[in-house]
């Protein structure tokens, strides 16, 4: 029996070998026959005939990357564009959660070379840099959400400073510029929570925390225009670069007399033996996630400050343009404000249920997302995706976010419709979907899964109280029409020239004493 016992054992050890071998060899041979077999991809926007340069091909990606995205997926689901950066391999949005999934697809190093990290000025970039990659985003993910109560109320205060400045309390129609002045307004808004109160009251650290973004993409762009083994070199000659560097500069001036101001502060509780003071805002809480580990303070909150500012800028703004075209929908977001914070009360609960707020803010996303592909990654490995596709190793990939137009995913995709995502909340599994600070692979405005915007939860608080302060106090419309959407490559911007008419108006709420 036991010899028996035996002889089915290993008969069955064998077996079982057998058919892992079988098994492993099937998926190898299959793998190696999709790769054989795969067709070459189509290529869009190469040289035209009589082109010996790039030139041509990159000014028709800057002016016309929609209608070339376009041309690309009416030929296949994955194809090659060549832009202002080289070639990207485009992927159709049906492949979004492989990417998402695939632990070779790299966000950092996607970055890395987009932006020239090894050149002096761009080491941010580099997430070797840092003393851990996350360190930053989960601090806006979790020590930004412990402290978003108290921030609701301060963001409210300074709205309130804000727009008596600048939108100034005239009853008389008078013209604003909308995008300089949002985008103003948000780095003014940000600034405590991200650097603390002495640097939030520096004009310079203000102005530093938006022009080093807009400089850092400038400096990025002249340079790809250069050969790659004459960037080591060229770069110390470019304007473009010096400016960067300058910024850089000239923000750790600024930086370094704030941090002198805290340290004193730690100091002097340590003499008297006390603990050392607690401070709400990201310069601290980057501090305590990065447990004793030096890193760059000061280009952190550079970094910070981009990844907080424009994108929230550019969206307001693009929602303001939107509601101030449609007087009967500026009349139903005041009687939602009138309802749910008057009766509830000025917190962050209450801003979540301003759902057709949340609804329209996310129709302007929706319809205009800062790009018009999404997830950017570097393939550090050949990657071969379920239906043959090869992604080969070293490429750069972005997903395009063709979805969010589709007629199969939203009817009349391109008409602005104020309610839509209000109407999705009622249909059983899509509440949650339909808010905007939820990413889908329908809805990619703020990215998808665990990479999408960390800071896109107080984003959509702070945007609302915005536009609570906005809609009580003012009534808007739009001077000369319907602003153009400004695009150079695959980059959509509200337009930064466009102005809206504003007049003061006797809000029925007071916000300054919900703000207290």
């Known amino acids: 029996m036991a010899l028996e016992l035996a002889a ?12 892992t071998v079988s098994i492993a ?29 790039d030139s041509g091909l990159k000014e028709r990606y800057r002016t016309s990357a929609k209608e070339l995205l376009e041309e690309g997926l009416r030929k296949s689901d994955a194809f090659y564009l060549q832009t202002d950066k080289g070639p990207r391999l485009v992927l159709a949005n049906r492949y979004a959660r492989e990417v998402h999934n695939n632990p070779h697809l790299s966000i950092s190093k996607a970055m890395e070379d987009e932006l020239h990290c090894n050149i002096p000025g761009m080491e941010g970039y580099k997430g070797s840099y840092w003393p851990d990659t996350e360190f930053g985003n989960i601090a806006i993910k979790q020590d930004i959400r412990k402290a978003l109560e108290s921030l609701v109320k301060s963001w409210s205060q300074e709205t309130t400073a804000i727009l008596d400045e600048f939108w100034t309390t005239k009853p008389e129609w008078h013209s604003l510029t909308a995008s300089p002045l949002v985008l103003d307004m ?7 929570m991200r650097s603390g109160p002495d640097l939030a009251k520096s004009t310079a650290w203000r102005r530093l925390s938006i022009s080093f973004t807009v400089h850092t993409f400038i400096a990025a762009a002249d340079l790809d225009v250069w050969p790659w083994f004459l960037r080591p070199i060229v770069h110390w000659f470019l304007p473009s670069w010096k400016r960067l560097r300058a910024d850089i500069e000239e923000a750790r001036q600024v930086f370094d007399a704030a941090a002198a101001i805290r340290l004193a502060e730690k100091e002097a509780a340590i003499a008297k033996g006390e603990s050392p003071p607690v401070y709400e805002d990201m310069l601290y809480w980057m501090e305590q996630r990065a447990k004793g580990v030096p890193f760059d303070t000061c280009l952190a909150q550079l970094l910070i ?56 803010i996310k129709e302007s996303q929706r319809l205009k997302p800062m790009f018009l592909v ?3 990654r570097y393939a550090e490995e050949s990657i071969v995706l379920s239906d043959g596709v090869v992604i080969p190793k070293g490429a750069q990939i972005v997903v395009h976010s063709q979805n969010m137009w589709d007629e199969e995913h939203y009817s009349n995709p391109l008409e602005f419709q104020s309610h839509r995502f209000l109407e999705r909340r009622k249909i059983p599994g899509q509440e949650v979907a339909s808010q905007l600070h939820t990413t889908t692979i329908n809805h990619m405005g703020f990215g998808f899964g665990r990479h999408g915007c960390p800071g896109r939860s107080y984003a959509s608080a702070m945007m609302k109280i915005f536009l609570c302060h906005i809609l009580l106090k003012y ?7 319907r602003p153009e959407i400004a695009r150079v490559g695959v980059l959509l911007m509200a337009n930064h020239t466009a102005q809206i008419e504003v007049r003061r108006r006797q809000e029925e709420l007071n916000m300054e004493e919900l703000s207290v």
């Open 374 to 376: 999404t997830m950017k």
């Open 475 to 481: 009534d808007i419309k739009l001077k000369g029409g």
């Open 25 to 53: 060899l099937a998926l190898g041979l299959s793998l190696l026959l999709r790769r054989r077999n795969a067709k070459p991809l189509p290529v869009i926007n190469g040289r035209k005939l009589f082109e010996f340069t």
């Open 186 to 192: 948000v780095s003014q808004l940000t600034a405590r």
């Open 8 to 19: 089915h054992s290993l008969i069955s050890e064998n077996f079982t070998a057998v058919l």
């Open 305 to 360: 400050a981009q990844a907080m500012i424009h994108g929230t800028a550019d969206l307001t703004t693009q929602a303001i343009f939107d509601i101030a075209e449609r007087p009967e929908l500026i009349e139903e977001l005041r009687a939602e404000i009138l309802t749910v914070i008057g009766i509830e009360g000025l917190t962050s609960a209450s801003l979540n249920n301003l759902k057709l707020m949340d609804s329209v």
